[in-house]
């Protein structure tokens, strides 16, 4: 492949191929087919979850600690996924670029009132994560990402590696198959660093205002947008409207 703009154009014909050899793969033959295939551009996103610090320990294991990690900070973040970043950057000397909205949260406060994220959570989630991140992925061929089919019905379909309309960039899913047992016995194992708020009932984070703990055996997501019609932010949604801004006092 010849590296430059947008190289991978020419994989959306191949990428059901590229399914087809990878499916029953382990995730290190998966992400190693990545990297081969796409290294330098290639990047991994992260919010510093379960399945995405396995993603990164994968990668240390390989020798990649240079591939960068793309890491969403919506200035909502928990104390606790800061710290997750900097131990995990500690411990493999990633590398950790943070991706930030043009509007600090006191700017869009002073803009769309103080709780856009419960106004207008959409508008919220696409000014501070999908818009960012798509600025960025535009330098990149293909992404990595900490996704799997058991997390719910939003991500079903989800497939090993696979074409990201949204983007127009191959995605690549090494832990598509695994489920939450899979990744916290691996975690175990290794010994990974992983944010501490999931030992007190948190199975997965995202920003504070909308994420909430969860009861024991409760479904994997339903802490995040709890008492929304949401499941998810939109980075990972195929169809995806852009949303309308509701102005602050309109
Ligand atoms: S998760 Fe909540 S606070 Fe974070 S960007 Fe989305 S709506 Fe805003």
Redo the contacts with the bound molecule.
Sequence with gaps: MVVGERDAAGDYDRVGKFAAELRGETPTRIIEWALERYAPRLAVVSNFGPSTVTVIHHLAELGKTDVPVLHID?G?EFPETEEVGARLTQRYGIQIQDIRPELTVTQQAEKYGDEL?KSD?DY??YM??VLPLEKVLSEYDAWVTGIRKSQGSTRRAAQVVEWDVRHDMIKVNPLAEWDSDDVWAFIRENDIPYNTLHDNGYPSI??W??TRSVAEGGDERSGRWSGLNKAE?GIHLTHFATPQPTEKGR
Excluded: E
């Design positions: 919506t909502f994220y959570s919220c989630c501070r994560k995202g920003c205002p909308c932010c």
